[in-house]
């Protein structure tokens, strides 16, 4: 199974150091979440209506008007490849771990692609993350559009993952997806990452009416329990709480950035919720990085193919001021060994 990161209390046994104790950068959820105002008690007792204003909260925020609330994007990343007979799939690799094991599990020739093969690959449907998790990748809208139009002659599909757009939505394609232009592009966006509210499970699936009546009948009635639809409604049409939002992370992605730099581990890529730091070294290297930040209470994410780690962003000072002294720590050692990351 593929491993996620948040896994604090994993580490908390693992390294012996208390829950509380830990500064968690092994996520891309924006640090401070949105701020959800107290629920209605009908929240809790009422069953889901879709007359409650959240697809109108959601197509005003995403520009889209074929819209489907998902239980997380995961759901839709689960269910797409049963709506297809058994087909070839060109995945992006490294990329989000769960399309390639769903894809598969339906019964589909799985084909990992680099980023320069992934939109040429001759395949039945084309996956990838835009932006990329975890290297920060960006696809140029004209080049996913042109792709989608290779795809369309073949009745393929095109999926755009855009869980990590919200900051920087210039190449996204939810305004598209599903139209008359881009009938087969389907896009997925998540309320996990920029409005940090990966635990309430909301994500949206945009595309052609056709695939989405199928996907919920597939997904069943209530895919979204009423009080995630509350705090979807709320947090996607709360613009105001939505520009601050996007200064402060582009505030806190530079200066991450920066400090990584300033410690001989100069990220190649990423978004505004993390950083990317491939190494030359291999694995090795990479266990040893991320076992000096654990011991310190600090959890990152290791990748080991390639190796790589993804730091996401502090949430207070503190949490600022131990990561740099845990890198500053680690620049000591590395010195002292004679290594370089
Ligand atoms: C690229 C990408 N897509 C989708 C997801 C799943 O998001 P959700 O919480 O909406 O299921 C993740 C979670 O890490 C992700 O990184």
Known sequence: MFEHGGKLRAASGQFGIPLSDWVDLSTGIAPIPYPMPELPASVWQRLPEE?????????????????????????????????RAAGTVAVLFPGYGEYAPAWAAAGHGVIECTADEVLQKNADVIVLANPNNPDGQVFSREALLAAAERQAQR?????????F???DSGHSLAAVAGTEAAKNVIVLRSL???FGLAGARVGFCIAAKDILNRLQDLLGPWPLANPARFA???GLG???WQINQRAYLCQASARLAALLRQYGLAPKGGTALFQYVPFQRGSEGVAALYTHFAQRGILVRRFTQPAALRFGLPDCEVAWTRLEAALRGAKMEKARDGKNP
């Open 232 to 234: 979807a409604k709320v």
């Open 51 to 83: 007359e409650d204003g959240l697809l109108d909260a959601a197509r005003g925020y995403y520009g889209a008007k074929n819209l489907l609330p998902v239980n997380g994007s995961q759901a839709a990343i689960m269910a797409l490849p049963r709506l």
């Open 165 to 167: 757009a919200d900051v």
């Open 192 to 194: 996990g990452k920029f």
């Open 155 to 163: 009745q393929g599909w095109l999926v755009v993952d855009e869980a």
């Open 238 to 240: 709360d613009t105001a």
